[in-house]
């Protein structure tokens, strides 16, 4: 399984950015799909998933009504949608995928319910 992120970059305050993943490997469309970020010094956090079949998708309260995640079945792809970016957003991004089954929602926002990691895509933003 490869999970592949590019899109980031560095950008200044309230700008938008668009994250894409590209999953391989896989049946993708069996699978929920998450970002998580990492900022130096800090965990790895949950910022947003989607079920597989796209019928819900779940947010971090800090990046609610800002970011929004998409996925495409047709295409292996999973987006995020950054927009009114902050400082605090800057982190690497990583996209991550579930490895089977549907999880409770709960678990949609822990790191150990997914199975695949991509490498991350640095997002920086400007103050």
């Known amino acids: 399984v490869q999970l592949q992120a590019s899109g980031g970059g560095l950008v200044q305050t309230g700008a938008s950015l668009r994250l894409s993943c590209s999953a391989s490997g896989l049946t993708f469309r069996r699978n929920g799909m998450g970002w998580f970020r990492q900022a130096p010094g800090n965990e790895r956090e949950f910022v947003a998933a989607v079920r597989k079949d796209t019928t819900s998708t779940y947010y971090a309260e800090s990046v609610k009504g800002r970011f929004t995640i998409s996925r495409d079945n047709a295409n292996n792809g999973v987006y995020l949608q950054m927009n009114s970016v902050r400082p605090e957003d800057t982190a690497v991004y990583y996209c991550?995928?579930?490895?089977?089954?549907?999880?409770?929602?709960?678990?949609?926002?822990?790191?150990?319910?997914?199975?695949?990691w991509g490498k991350g895509t640095q997002v920086t933003v400007s103050s």
């Open positions: 991550a995928a579930i490895g089977s089954g549907n999880p409770i929602i709960s678990s949609y926002y822990r790191p150990s319910t997914y199975a695949y």
